[in-house]
Structures are given as C-alpha cells and as structure tokens.
C-alpha cells in the first residue's frame, strides 16, 4: 500500500515537471537568431553542420534555415546524407512542429527538430564562421601549458 502511495506521489511529481517545461519553452531556443519559418523538403539544396544538434539547410532561393534538433545525433558532421522528413499532415513543409532529421547509418536516428528559423544570410556566416573556431580553452591552474602543435 505504501509502495502504490510513493509510486503515485513520484509520478505526480514527475507529470508537474513536465507540464512546466512545456510551458516554458527552453532558454537556449529563445535566443536562436532569424525568425520561426518552414521550408518545403523537396527544395533543400544543402546543408551545413554546426554540431551534433545543430545544422544550416539551404533551401528555396539560397535562403539558409538554422534547424535545431530536439537531441544531438553523434557524428552527424560526418554523415554524407540525411533524410528531411515532414512528419505526418505537413505535406512537404519542414517545421519545427512536425520535422524530423533522419540520419541512416550503422544505427539509424529520427530526430525531432525543435526550432526551424529563417537566417539572413549575414546570421548563417556568423553562425558557421563561430561554430568552425575551437571553443576557448581553460587551462586548470597550476597545469603545464598544452604542447604546441
């Protein structure tokens, strides 16, 4: 009896959380730059890859879109191909609301997209130009200088 009390007091816990985070959407998605778009997936001429989680696609008229996945796909900078699916109802148009990533492979992932916003392209060469430059590294104190290369 005890136990079926623990166990419904942790999953109302748990379902509380949840409906908070739905109501708030991440902090790290309010701050993409460009404006909340789609793109019809038989336009799609390339894309590029910022990180495991994050890719440019350019799309109809050169118009780069930044997509943002819902969980990082691991060697995605890798992949020589990936699938733009539309999910169910939206005929052809890649949204945030109904995208996915599909990357094939060894095992196969379908990702979620979480945000699909329309860049400038001035935004899309401040995003590559960022994401190609090595994150600044903190040396511990008291460690020896890395050696150089």
Not at 50 to 66: G, H
Not at 75 to 94: M, V, Y
Not at 100 to 117: D, E, L, N, S
Request: glycine share 8%; proline share 11%; net charge positive.
């Amino acid at each position: 009896m005890q136990r079926r009390i623990a166990s419904a007091a942790l999953l109302g816990c748990f379902g509380i959380g949840l409906a908070a985070c739905a109501s708030h959407p991440p902090q790290s998605l309010a701050n993409l730059p460009g404006k909340e778009s789609c793109f019809w997936t038989s336009t799609v001429f390339t894309w590029t890859v910022l990180d495991d989680s994050t890719l440019i696609v350019d799309a109809p008229m050169n118009t780069p879109y930044l997509v943002k996945l819902l969980s990082p796909i691991p060697q995605l900078r890798f992949l020589e191909r990936i699938g733009f699916d539309n999910g169910p109802g939206a005929i052809g148009q890649f949204c945030s609301t109904s995208g996915y990533i599909v990357a094939r492979g060894q095992f196969g992932q379908r990702t979620p997209a979480t945000a699909v916003r329309a860049l400038s392209p001035q935004q899309a060469q401040q995003l590559i130009a960022a994401a190609k430059s090595p994150p600044p590294h903190k040396q511990a104190a008291g460690s020896p200088p890395p050696p150089a290369g």
